[in-house]
């Protein structure tokens, strides 16, 4: 199996910045998809940002310009740099990954969340 570690989380006024990591380890073929995802109470965990194998990147309307993914494949991490953070980012971010994990087996992989605090 696949685990997933967060790193980076905490407290930060608006305006200010916060940079999350993701360590992926176990039987990893390929991170086909890296991403990250936020969820606040009562809501639907929405997709944030991710970046595929091939390098290319997505982000939503509400980070456009704000964040940065990134990944580095040979030690299976990625990361999500925060700048100019808002209140409204507040919530908990989780990564995400889509794994080949062997010849024939593909699976999705969830970290364990990390909350992120923007105060005003």
């Known amino acids: 199996q696949v685990q997933l570690v967060e790193s980076g989380g905490g407290l930060v006024q608006a305006g200010g910045s916060l940079r999350l990591s993701c360590a992926a380890s176990?039987?990893?073929?390929?991170?086909?998809?890296a991403a990250w995802y936020r969820q606040v109470p009562g809501k639907e965990r929405d997709l944030v940002a991710s970046?595929?194998?091939?390098?290319?990147?997505y982000y939503s309307d509400s980070v456009k310009g704000r964040f940065t993914i990134s990944r580095d494949d040979a030690r299976n991490t990625w990361s999500l740099q925060m700048n100019s953070l808002k209140p409204e980012d507040t919530a908990v971010y989780y990564c995400?990954?889509?794994?080949?994990?062997?010849?024939?087996?593909?699976?999705?992989?969830w970290g364990q969340g990390t909350q992120v605090t923007v105060s005003a």
């Open positions: 995400n990954a889509d794994v080949t994990w062997s010849t024939t087996k593909r699976s999705d992989f």
């Open positions: 176990g039987r990893i073929f390929s991170i086909n998809v």
């Open positions: 970046v595929l194998i091939g390098g290319s990147t």
